[in-house]
Nanobody, 115 residues
Framework: QVQLVESGGGLVQAGGSLRLSCAAS????????WGWYRQVPGKQRELVATITTGGTTNYADSVKGRFTISRDSAKNTVYLQMNSLKPEDSAVYYC?????????WGQGTQVTVSS
């Protein structure tokens, strides 16, 4: 069973940076795509960035040029480097692992950006 644990969230001022980490365990060899999603109360969870096992990345338009997703296979960890943060980036950020059509989620980490 895949387990994902996020860390690195917190409170930061607008313009600042944070790096989120997602530590994975259990059957991760089967994951073909990793991702970060975010959700604010009353809204649907939205895609932030994804990275395939081949290294192909994809970003939401709202974060392009500011966020970078990366993966350290040796550490079984996926990162989301977030720069030039804006108040509208405030959300709970979730790590995602996709195995064929099954999604696995972490518990989420809160990111709050103050203006």
């Amino acid at each position: 069973q895949v387990q994902l644990v996020e860390s690195g969230g917190g409170l930061v001022q607008a313009g600042g940076s944070l790096r989120l980490s997602c530590a994975a365990s259990g059957g991760i060899f089967a994951i073909n795509r990793w991702g970060w999603y975010r959700q604010v109360p009353g809204k649907q969870r939205e895609l932030v960035a994804t990275i395939t096992t081949g290294g192909t990345t994809n970003y939401a338009d709202s974060v392009k040029g500011r966020f970078t997703i990366s993966r350290d296979s040796a550490k079984n960890t996926v990162y989301l480097q977030m720069n030039s943060l804006k108040p509208e980036d405030s959300a709970v950020y979730y790590c995602n692992g996709l195995i064929i059509s099954s999604n696995y989620w972490g518990q989420g980490t809160q990111v709050t950006v103050s203006s």
